[in-house]
């Protein structure tokens, strides 16, 4: 079994069809996303055009209803901090939210499954799979 964090990226790709998730998720592996992913996603539904919106609800609700989201508390803070620190430090700024999902992997010890590596690379103690 291996603890996965499933990127707002990957979900996206996964709603798109443009991902076979099955490929890289095994039926034991234990998944969950970041909360900051439950926000990234409801975007995507309050922005979608009307002809959109009705599916995107449908996506976002079955990815909440099922997907385990682990909350941005203490210790994610410590680590998002570790993480915005060196990153500054080596003058490589990273989005927000990409550092916030990292910290949460790193903090849960759990690995990235993500369409967007490159948002990931180099981050200390940060494990992604594309």
């Known amino acids: 079994m291996t603890l996965l964090l499933l990127d707002t990226t990957f979900l996206i ?3 798109r069809s443009d991902v076979e998730a099955d ?7 234990d998944v969950a996303i970041a909360a900051i992913s439950v926000a990234e996603l409801r975007v995507g539904v309050e922005l979608a055009t009307p002809a ?3 599916a995107r609800e449908a996506f976002f609700n079955s990815i909440i209803e099922t997907i385990p989201i682990l909350d941005y508390d203490t210790e994610v803070a410590l680590d998002h901090a570790a993480l915005l620190a060196a ?3 080596a003058g490589r700024p990273r989005g927000a939210h990409d550092l916030i999902i990292a910290a949460t992997a ?3 010890s759990r690995t ?3 369409s967007d ?3 990931f690379a180099d981050l ?3 494990s992604v799979l594309t």
């Open 13 to 15: 790709d996964a709603e």
């Open 23 to 29: 490929r890289i998720i095994a039926d034991e592996d």
């Open 52 to 54: 959109r919106r009705e």
């Open 87 to 89: 990153m500054h430090s």
């Open 106 to 108: 790193r903090c849960t």
């Open 112 to 114: 990235i499954i993500s």
């Open 117 to 119: 590596a490159s948002a």
């Open 124 to 126: 200390p103690g940060v």
